[in-house]
């Protein structure tokens, strides 16, 4: 049963639908389940229907949506009185439903995906390729090396979608019936913290590399009061945007006060940033 539901799950995208969302994919992925709990056709039509209201998750993270389901479908089908059980399930459903999603999006979309990115620049300029920063270089480059850029941050994502994918579904299904199932499966606000740490580290050494090859290019590798500078405005900016969020301001004032110092720092002192680098 497990099995069948954590491979269902890679599809629980394919019938999104803008009436009802993932209502379509979470029943597809709640069917094995269901089939195991209710031999009888009617009870496992009517258990069906019961899923395909509206629902919506972070896709990763609806495993532990799914473990929850199955486990309150499989007592309510014990108990003596089922409709005590089956009435509490929307509810549970939906708490876990709008969680799960703040969680995945944060982890997902905010940290891992951008990682996938740096990762792969940070994989080609270890193997001695810049072409993604001196676009007109002619120089002979592996095809090996091309790909193992993109397939080292696809692994990497893929590695945190399939581990979460599983062990959502057993911790689910082990706390099935709470409205926070799950929730204290892994310290996610630690996890958050660093990955963004990690984030920021990887975001470092890129610009660093990137302006490093770039005076080294231009002829300015001396430690020179310009590659002071060069290198110093984008610390700088990296600074200010970690300053911003640490104090719990959103992105959009971290990049009000970006255009704020920006504008002050090349006024004041006349700086001319395209000639400064170009």
């Known amino acids: 049963m497990f099995l069948r539901m954590f491979f269902r799950s890679f599809f629980i995208q394919a019938g999104w639908n803008y009436e009802r969302f993932q209502n379509l994919g979470f029943a597809f992925c709640m069917q094995p389940a269901l089939e195991k709990i209710h031999a009888d056709r009617e009870k496992l039509k009517a258990a069906l229907l019961r899923h395909l209201q509206l629902f919506n998750t972070q896709p990763y993270m609806a495993s532990f949506v799914l473990g929850n389901m199955a486990s309150l ?43 996938t990115t740096q990762l792969c620049l940070l994989v080609w300029a270890a193997g001695g ?15 090996a090396l091309l790909l193992a850029g993109p397939l080292t941050g696809i692994v990497f994502y ?39 740490t990690a984030g ?20 300015g590798a001396g430690f020179t009061g310009g590659l002071v500078l060069k290198i110093g405005l984008p610390l700088a900016v990296l600074a200010l945007h970690r300053a911003a969020r640490a104090l719990g301001r959103s992105v959009f004032f971290a990049a009000g006060l970006l255009l704020a110092a920006s504008v002050l720092v090349f006024s004041v002192f006349g700086l001319r940033p395209f000639k400064l680098y170009l």
């Not at 509810?91 to 940290?111: C, E, H, P, T």
């Not at 390729?129 to 095809?143: A, H, I, K, N």
């Not at 709470?178 to 963004?196: F, H, V």
């Open 73 to 115: 479908e499989e007592r309510a089908a014990a108990s003596p009185d089922p409709e005590a059980l089956l009435k509490v399930l929307p509810g549970v459903k939906q708490a876990l439903g709008s969680s799960y999603a703040s969680i995945g999006d944060r982890i997902f979309w905010g940290r891992l995906k951008p990682m």
């Open 129 to 143: 390729y810049y072409g993604w920063l001196f676009t007109g270089l002619d120089t002979p480059v592996s095809m």
């Open 158 to 196: 893929s590695a945190f979608a399939v581990y979460w994918r599983w062990r959502g579904l057993k911790a689910g299904y082990a706390c099935g019936g709470e409205a926070s199932c799950g929730l204290n499966s892994a310290d996610w606000p630690g996890l958050t913290r660093l990955l963004s």
């Open 200 to 219: 920021f580290l990887m975001s470092l050494a890129i610009v660093l590399l990137a302006f490093g090859l770039l005076a080294a290019l231009n002829g």
